[in-house]
């Protein structure tokens, strides 16, 4: 059985000491809890696993911790630690803390077809409205249909073009072809750079090529 509790004004306001008495004993008459090494409850982060631990005593339950988990330099992994390096565009840390790429994935969708009016069409992939922690241009595979193809990304809200919703775009360098509705894998590889407004579309046009020979470059050296 699993419960999973709204994370609403009346919980958020619990301190440590309600979080125990009426979410663990009152509501769920723990006998023996586990939780992480690093874990914080109640209001203002005011409970640790050491709380728990002195209340469990008190109380007659067992509370145990989980040791927290660290890479290969010998470092904590941690979702915090691993969005700060997609944040960054730090992918070989992503990569490291995570034990495997730094994937998305998704259905192509249509898009403005802007990139295909200025020589450089896109591969739309639809991201379900989930604001990713990744932004920027990236040295990109694209996997579709099981053959893997080289490419450059933007993944962002375009906002040279007014953009609000976050979008990934993929520039294949190495295809052509119609790849509506295929669903496809995106691994991010090498950051190229921060997604800017540019003055116009003649400036977008110019560091779109400038992104695509980076690219080219990055997969060259591979």
């Given at each position: 059985?699993?419960?999973?509790?709204?994370?609403?004004?009346?919980?958020?306001?619990?301190?440590?000491?309600?979080?125990?008495?009426?979410?663990?004993?009152?509501?769920?008459?723990?006998?023996?809890?586990?939780?992480?090494?690093?874990?914080?409850?109640?209001?203002?982060?005011?409970?640790?696993?050491?709380?728990?631990?002195?209340?469990?005593?008190?109380?007659?339950?067992?509370?145990?911790?989980?040791?927290?988990?660290?890479?290969?330099?010998?470092?904590?992994?941690?979702?915090?630690?691993?969005?700060?390096?997609?944040?960054?565009?730090?992918?070989?840390?992503?990569?490291?803390?995570?034990?495997?790429?730094?994937?998305?994935?998704?259905?192509?969708?249509?898009?403005?077809?802007?990139?295909?009016?200025?020589?450089?069409?896109?591969?739309?992939?639809?991201?379900?409205?989930?604001?990713?922690?990744?932004?920027?241009?990236y040295a990109v595979t694209?996997?579709?249909?099981?053959?893997?193809?080289?490419?450059?990304?933007?993944?962002?809200?375009?906002?040279?073009?007014?953009?609000?919703?976050?979008?990934l775009e993929v520039h294949?360098?190495?295809?052509?072809?119609?790849?509506?509705?295929?669903?496809?894998?995106?691994?991010?590889?090498?950051f190229i750079r921060a997604?800017?407004?540019?003055?116009?579309?003649?400036?977008?046009?110019?560091?779109?090529?400038?992104?695509?020979?980076?690219?080219?470059?990055?997969?060259?050296?591979?």
């Amino acid at each position: 059985m699993s419960l999973c509790m709204p994370f609403n004004p009346k919980l958020q306001q619990l301190n440590a000491q309600a979080f125990c008495q009426q979410i663990l004993l009152d509501g769920l008459s723990v006998k023996h809890l586990v939780v992480g090494d690093d874990f914080r409850f109640g209001c203002d982060r005011q409970g640790d696993f050491y709380y728990l631990q002195e209340f469990g005593n008190q109380q007659g339950f067992d509370v145990e911790n989980t040791p927290s988990v660290l890479n290969a330099v010998g470092e904590r992994i941690s979702s915090t630690v691993v969005r700060q390096s997609l944040e960054n565009g730090d992918i070989a840390a992503a990569q490291m803390n995570m034990g495997h790429s730094v994937t998305l994935s998704g259905r192509v969708v249509h898009g403005q077809q802007l990139g295909r009016k200025l020589g450089f069409p896109t591969a739309n992939v639809h991201l379900k409205g989930v604001k990713s922690a990744l932004s920027g241009v990236y040295a990109v595979t694209f996997l579709v249909d099981g053959v893997s193809h080289d490419g450059v990304a933007n993944i962002g809200v375009r906002p040279t073009v007014q953009g609000k919703t976050p979008v990934l775009e993929v520039h294949l360098l190495d295809f052509n072809g119609d790849l509506y509705d295929k669903y496809v894998q995106v691994t991010f590889c090498q950051f190229i750079r921060a997604e800017r407004k540019m003055a116009g579309l003649s400036e977008l046009e110019t560091q779109i090529q400038c992104d695509k020979e980076e690219a080219l470059r990055f997969f060259a050296n591979q």
